[in-house]
């Protein structure tokens, strides 16, 4: 299995939504995420005869998604437990009664707080300034980075998104001093998963959490936290992947681009970056 990798329902839905429905890939993935709450009971004859393929196609199509083979894919029978804690938490420990509007809100306005402060300015300098700049980040806020990530482009910056569905381990570890590393982690697991990645790279890091008290956040040289600060398994950690990576990275470009645009003029947030500091020990964070 390639290195970095955790998460099999990401990229069995990548398949899933990529290809043709009557391809094999596609019918081989929609098998799997169907049966995804009983993997561990499947046998490669099952999966033979429900998609109509061979031993070797099974086997091929395991590999295309970063498996060695079937056995592999079996054994991540685990996740199911694990998507539906963090897809039913909230609604299961919150109720109904639960204010998600007041909470957005709260967390928008942290988020503002901080823009404000200038919390942000370091890594937007850092940004343009790097060599290269590497998103690396749990599944949960690939979505909303990957639209950072187109959005960037226009600014002739452009940014690799690796995630454990798509771990790409060297182009972490070769990350040189003169690079910058972008974690986005809201809970800290994404990143204590990865810890020996993170230990062997020498790139500049910033991680973007919910939990900065978390041990792994000392691995960091700048600790952006967003909203209140969530324990390990708090239900809100969903709402803060997605709602709060998007507004925050939102904040991000924009100043960016107020930064270094030459059609909005530039000079504003690069003057206040320089005056915060830059990434590292008593940088902006």
Same mark, same amino acid.
């Given at each position: 299995?390639?290195?970095?990798?955790?998460?099999?329902?990401?990229?069995?839905?990548?398949?899933?939504?990529?290809?043709?429905?009557?391809?094999?890939?596609?019918?081989?993935?929609?098998?799997?995420?169907?049966?995804?709450?009983?993997?561990?009971?499947?046998?490669?004859?099952?999966?033979?005869?429900?998609?109509?393929?061979?031993?070797?196609?099974?086997?091929?199509?395991?590999?295309?998604?970063?498996?060695?083979?079937?056995?592999?894919?079996?054994?991540?029978?685990?996740?199911?437990?694990?998507? !539906?804690?963090?897809?039913?938490?909230?609604?299961?420990?919150?109720?109904?009664?639960?204010?998600?509007?007041?909470?957005?809100?709260?967390?928008?306005?942290?988020?503002?707080?901080?823009?404000?402060?200038?919390?942000?300015?370091?890594?937007?300098?850092?940004?343009?300034?790097?060599?290269?700049?590497?998103?690396?980040?749990?599944?949960?806020?690939?979505?909303?980075?990957?639209?950072?990530?187109?959005?960037?482009?226009?600014?002739?910056?452009?940014?690799?998104?690796?995630?454990?569905?798509?771990?790409?381990?060297?182009?972490?570890?070769?990350?040189?001093?003169?690079?910058?590393?972008?974690?986005?982690?809201?809970?800290?697991?994404?990143?204590? !998963?990865?810890?020996? $990645?993170?230990?062997?790279?020498?790139?500049?890091?910033?991680?973007?959490?919910?939990?900065?008290?978390?041990?792994?956040?000392?691995?960091?040289? $700048?600790?952006?936290?967003?909203?209140?600060?969530?324990?390990?398994?708090?239900?809100?950690?969903?709402?803060?992947?997605?709602?709060?990576?998007?507004?925050?990275?939102? $904040?991000?470009?924009?100043?960016?681009?107020?930064?270094?645009?030459?059609?909005?003029?530039?000079?504003?947030?690069?003057?206040?970056?320089?005056?915060?500091?830059?990434?590292?020990?008593?940088?902006?964070?």
């Amino acid at each position: 299995m390639h290195e970095g990798r955790l998460t099999l329902l990401t990229s069995l839905f990548e398949v899933y939504n990529a290809n043709e429905l009557d391809s094999t890939s596609h019918l081989l993935a929609e098998y799997f995420i169907k049966n995804y709450d009983h993997l561990s009971d499947l046998g490669i004859y099952d999966v033979m005869g429900a998609c109509y393929c061979s031993r070797s196609a099974v086997r091929r199509f395991c590999q295309s998604i970063g498996f060695d083979n079937f056995s592999e894919v079996r054994d991540m029978a685990f996740e199911w437990s694990v998507f !539906r804690h963090y897809f039913l938490s909230a609604d299961k420990q919150l109720g109904p009664g639960f204010d998600l509007r007041g909470e957005l809100d709260r967390l928008f306005e942290s988020i503002d707080r901080r823009t404000a402060a200038g919390d942000l300015d370091a890594l937007v300098r850092g940004i343009h300034d790097a060599r290269s700049t590497t998103l690396f980040s749990a599944d949960p806020s690939a979505n909303e980075l990957k639209e950072f990530q187109r959005a960037m482009a226009v600014e002739h910056c452009v940014i690799p998104l690796v995630t454990e569905s798509v771990p790409a381990a060297q182009a972490i570890r070769t990350l040189g001093e003169k690079d910058l590393l972008v974690a986005v982690s809201t809970s800290g697991a994404f990143v204590e !998963r990865q810890r020996g $990645q993170l230990e062997a790279t020498s790139a500049l890091r910033v991680i973007v959490t919910a939990n900065p008290g978390a041990e792994v956040c000392s691995l960091f040289d $700048q600790v952006i936290a967003i909203g209140d600060e969530l324990g390990r398994n708090n239900p809100l950690h969903r709402m803060y992947s997605t709602y709060g990576v998007a507004y925050l990275f939102d $904040q991000v470009f924009s100043r960016y681009v107020q930064a270094y645009d030459p059609e909005l003029g530039a000079g504003g947030v690069a003057g206040a970056a320089g005056a915060a500091g830059a990434i590292g020990p008593g940088g902006a964070a």
